[in-house]
Protein backbone atom coordinates (compact mmCIF):
# COMPACT_ATOMS: atom_id res chain seq x y z
CA UNK A 1 0.00 0.00 0.00
CA UNK A 2 1.39 3.24 -1.02
CA UNK A 3 1.41 5.66 1.87
CA UNK A 4 1.02 9.44 1.84
CA UNK A 5 2.82 11.63 -0.27
CA UNK A 6 3.81 15.24 -0.25
CA UNK A 7 6.35 17.33 -2.12
CA UNK A 8 8.20 19.20 -2.65
CA UNK A 9 10.75 17.40 0.69
CA UNK A 10 12.48 20.99 0.57
CA UNK A 11 12.20 24.72 0.43
CA UNK A 12 14.00 27.58 1.02
CA UNK A 13 12.23 30.78 0.45
CA UNK A 14 12.81 34.76 1.24
CA UNK A 15 10.52 35.90 3.71
CA UNK A 16 7.20 37.89 2.14
CA UNK A 17 7.14 35.19 -0.68
CA UNK A 18 5.09 32.66 -1.27
CA UNK A 19 5.12 28.81 -1.64
CA UNK A 20 2.63 25.35 -1.71
CA UNK A 21 3.07 22.24 -0.78
CA UNK A 22 0.95 19.63 -1.86
CA UNK A 23 -0.09 16.35 -0.50
CA UNK A 24 -1.82 12.85 -1.85
CA UNK A 25 -2.94 10.63 0.78
CA UNK A 26 -3.50 7.34 1.10
CA UNK A 27 -6.34 5.66 -1.21
CA UNK A 28 -9.67 5.60 0.02
CA UNK A 29 -8.84 7.62 3.30
CA UNK A 30 -11.60 10.31 3.83
CA UNK A 31 -9.57 12.22 6.28
CA UNK A 32 -6.78 14.89 5.16
CA UNK A 33 -4.95 16.49 8.27
CA UNK A 34 -1.93 19.28 7.85
CA UNK A 35 0.46 19.67 10.87
CA UNK A 36 2.83 22.56 11.34
CA UNK A 37 6.14 21.10 13.34
CA UNK A 38 8.56 23.35 14.43
CA UNK A 39 12.03 22.00 15.01
CA UNK A 40 11.77 20.71 18.59
CA UNK A 41 8.64 20.42 19.45
CA UNK A 42 5.47 18.03 18.56
CA UNK A 43 3.29 18.95 15.36
CA UNK A 44 0.60 21.04 16.10
CA UNK A 45 -2.50 20.69 13.75
CA UNK A 46 -3.32 23.38 11.26
CA UNK A 47 -6.38 22.03 8.91
CA UNK A 48 -8.44 19.13 9.01
CA UNK A 49 -10.67 17.63 6.06
CA UNK A 50 -13.14 15.27 5.94
CA UNK A 51 -13.72 14.35 2.19
CA UNK A 52 -13.44 17.68 0.35
CA UNK A 53 -14.96 19.72 3.65
CA UNK A 54 -13.21 21.77 6.41
CA UNK A 55 -13.66 19.63 9.74
CA UNK A 56 -11.02 21.83 11.83
CA UNK A 57 -9.46 25.33 10.79
CA UNK A 58 -9.05 26.93 14.33
CA UNK A 59 -5.56 26.58 14.20
CA UNK A 60 -4.89 27.61 10.87
CA UNK A 61 -3.38 31.32 10.59
CA UNK A 62 -6.37 32.28 7.87
CA UNK A 63 -4.35 35.42 6.93
CA UNK A 64 -1.16 34.07 5.31
CA UNK A 65 -2.14 30.50 5.07
CA UNK A 66 -4.80 28.43 3.45
CA UNK A 67 -5.61 25.20 2.04
CA UNK A 68 -8.04 23.45 -0.11
CA UNK A 69 -9.04 19.54 -0.84
CA UNK A 70 -11.51 20.21 -3.70
CA UNK A 71 -12.00 17.10 -5.25
CA UNK A 72 -11.36 15.03 -1.48
CA UNK A 73 -8.54 13.39 -2.61
CA UNK A 74 -5.39 15.54 -2.72
CA UNK A 75 -4.88 18.94 -1.35
CA UNK A 76 -2.64 22.08 -1.14
CA UNK A 77 -1.22 24.36 1.96
CA UNK A 78 -0.40 27.61 0.59
CA UNK A 79 1.47 30.13 2.95
CA UNK A 80 1.35 33.45 1.27
CA UNK A 81 3.48 35.89 2.42
CA UNK A 82 5.70 33.86 4.21
CA UNK A 83 7.09 34.85 7.56
CA UNK A 84 10.50 33.60 9.30
CA UNK A 85 8.64 31.74 11.57
CA UNK A 86 6.59 29.66 9.52
CA UNK A 87 10.28 27.87 8.84
CA UNK A 88 9.05 24.17 10.31
CA UNK A 89 8.25 20.70 8.68
CA UNK A 90 4.84 20.58 7.25
CA UNK A 91 3.41 17.48 7.44
CA UNK A 92 0.34 15.96 5.92
CA UNK A 93 -1.35 12.63 7.73
CA UNK A 94 -4.73 10.98 6.58
CA UNK A 95 -6.80 8.16 8.32
CA UNK A 96 -10.01 6.35 6.70
CA UNK A 97 -12.27 8.06 9.16
CA UNK A 98 -11.40 10.53 11.57
CA UNK A 99 -8.81 9.28 13.63
CA UNK A 100 -9.34 8.62 17.17
CA UNK A 101 -12.03 5.75 16.65
CA UNK A 102 -10.83 2.63 17.92
CA UNK A 103 -9.43 0.40 15.32
CA UNK A 104 -8.31 3.16 12.56
CA UNK A 105 -4.87 4.63 11.81
CA UNK A 106 -3.27 7.92 11.07
CA UNK A 107 -0.59 7.59 8.84
CA UNK A 108 1.90 10.41 8.52
CA UNK A 109 3.85 11.42 5.38
CA UNK A 110 7.85 12.55 5.08
CA UNK A 111 7.04 16.20 5.70
CA UNK A 112 8.25 19.16 3.56
CA UNK A 113 11.01 21.00 5.12
CA UNK A 114 10.45 25.33 5.04
CA UNK A 115 13.19 27.68 5.61
CA UNK A 116 12.48 31.09 4.98
CA UNK A 117 15.62 33.59 5.31
CA UNK B 1 -5.22 25.82 24.89
CA UNK B 2 -4.45 22.30 26.24
CA UNK B 3 -1.00 21.50 27.17
CA UNK B 4 0.85 18.28 27.38
CA UNK B 5 3.85 18.49 29.47
CA UNK B 6 5.80 15.23 28.25
CA UNK B 7 9.10 13.86 30.10
CA UNK B 8 12.05 13.13 30.48
CA UNK B 9 13.07 15.92 27.27
CA UNK B 10 16.11 13.36 26.38
CA UNK B 11 17.27 9.98 27.70
CA UNK B 12 20.55 8.63 27.27
CA UNK B 13 20.76 4.81 27.78
CA UNK B 14 22.68 1.69 27.46
CA UNK B 15 21.35 -1.26 25.09
CA UNK B 16 19.63 -3.67 27.17
CA UNK B 17 18.30 -1.22 29.59
CA UNK B 18 14.54 -0.29 30.23
CA UNK B 19 12.99 3.10 29.44
CA UNK B 20 10.23 4.89 30.82
CA UNK B 21 8.53 8.44 29.82
CA UNK B 22 5.39 10.07 30.60
CA UNK B 23 2.96 12.68 29.52
CA UNK B 24 0.91 14.71 31.81
CA UNK B 25 -1.85 17.36 31.12
CA UNK B 26 -4.04 19.71 32.97
CA UNK B 27 -6.91 18.68 31.11
CA UNK B 28 -8.39 14.60 30.49
CA UNK B 29 -8.55 13.26 27.10
CA UNK B 30 -10.76 10.51 25.88
CA UNK B 31 -8.06 9.19 23.71
CA UNK B 32 -4.15 8.72 24.26
CA UNK B 33 -1.78 8.03 21.51
CA UNK B 34 2.06 7.21 21.51
CA UNK B 35 4.25 8.06 18.59
CA UNK B 36 8.17 7.34 17.28
CA UNK B 37 9.42 9.64 14.76
CA UNK B 38 12.73 8.74 13.24
CA UNK B 39 15.10 11.34 11.30
CA UNK B 40 13.43 12.99 8.30
CA UNK B 41 10.29 11.06 8.63
CA UNK B 42 6.80 11.81 10.11
CA UNK B 43 5.67 10.41 13.56
CA UNK B 44 4.64 6.56 13.16
CA UNK B 45 1.42 5.49 15.81
CA UNK B 46 2.75 2.77 18.20
CA UNK B 47 0.27 2.22 20.38
CA UNK B 48 -3.57 3.88 20.89
CA UNK B 49 -5.26 4.06 24.59
CA UNK B 50 -8.95 4.13 24.67
CA UNK B 51 -10.26 3.89 27.64
CA UNK B 52 -8.78 5.39 31.32
CA UNK B 53 -7.04 2.42 33.12
CA UNK B 54 -6.36 0.99 30.09
CA UNK B 55 -2.58 -1.04 29.43
CA UNK B 56 -1.78 -2.04 26.40
CA UNK B 57 1.09 -3.43 24.88
CA UNK B 58 3.03 -4.07 21.36
CA UNK B 59 6.17 -5.97 21.37
CA UNK B 60 8.78 -4.34 23.37
CA UNK B 61 6.46 -1.53 24.57
CA UNK B 62 3.83 -0.92 27.23
CA UNK B 63 1.85 2.18 27.66
CA UNK B 64 -0.87 2.87 29.96
CA UNK B 65 -3.57 5.10 29.94
CA UNK B 66 -4.06 7.34 33.19
CA UNK B 67 -7.07 6.26 35.37
CA UNK B 68 -7.43 10.58 35.91
CA UNK B 69 -7.33 11.05 32.15
CA UNK B 70 -4.74 13.09 32.77
CA UNK B 71 -1.82 11.40 32.25
CA UNK B 72 -0.02 8.38 29.98
CA UNK B 73 3.17 6.42 30.31
CA UNK B 74 5.27 4.62 27.94
CA UNK B 75 7.64 1.91 28.78
CA UNK B 76 10.26 0.02 26.76
CA UNK B 77 12.09 -2.99 27.86
CA UNK B 78 15.21 -4.47 26.57
CA UNK B 79 16.19 -1.60 24.29
CA UNK B 80 17.86 -2.12 21.42
CA UNK B 81 19.83 0.95 18.85
CA UNK B 82 16.49 1.01 16.51
CA UNK B 83 14.79 2.15 19.59
CA UNK B 84 17.04 5.97 18.93
CA UNK B 85 14.13 8.14 18.11
CA UNK B 86 11.98 10.79 19.40
CA UNK B 87 9.08 9.56 21.35
CA UNK B 88 5.35 11.72 21.02
CA UNK B 89 2.58 11.38 23.21
CA UNK B 90 -0.37 12.87 21.99
CA UNK B 91 -4.37 13.30 23.68
CA UNK B 92 -7.24 13.78 21.85
CA UNK B 93 -10.91 14.77 22.98
CA UNK B 94 -12.38 13.79 20.12
CA UNK B 95 -11.73 11.88 16.77
CA UNK B 96 -9.43 13.83 14.95
CA UNK B 97 -7.58 16.83 16.64
CA UNK B 98 -4.35 15.68 18.67
CA UNK B 99 -2.88 17.75 20.82
CA UNK B 100 1.19 16.79 20.80
CA UNK B 101 3.89 17.64 23.45
CA UNK B 102 7.60 18.23 22.80
CA UNK B 103 8.55 14.64 22.63
CA UNK B 104 11.22 12.58 24.77
CA UNK B 105 14.77 12.18 22.47
CA UNK B 106 16.03 8.87 23.01
CA UNK B 107 19.87 7.86 22.47
CA UNK B 108 20.84 4.53 22.98
CA UNK B 109 24.63 3.29 23.09
CA UNK B 110 25.36 -0.18 22.09
Known amino acids: EAGVAQSPRYKIIEKRQSVAFWCNPI?????LYWYQQILGQGPKLLIQFQNNGVVDDSQLPKDRFSAERLKGVDSTLKIQPAKLEDSAVYLC???????????????FGEGSWLTVV | GQQLNQSPQSMFIQEGEDVSMNCTSS?????WLWYKQDPGEGPVLLIALYKAGELTSNGRLTAQFGITRKDSFLNISASIPSDVGIYFC??????????FGDGTTLTVKP
Open chain 1, 27 to 31: SGHAT
Open chain 1, 93 to 107: ASSLVPFGNSGNTIY
Open chain 2, 90 to 99: AGQLYAGKST
Open chain 2, 27 to 31: SIFNT
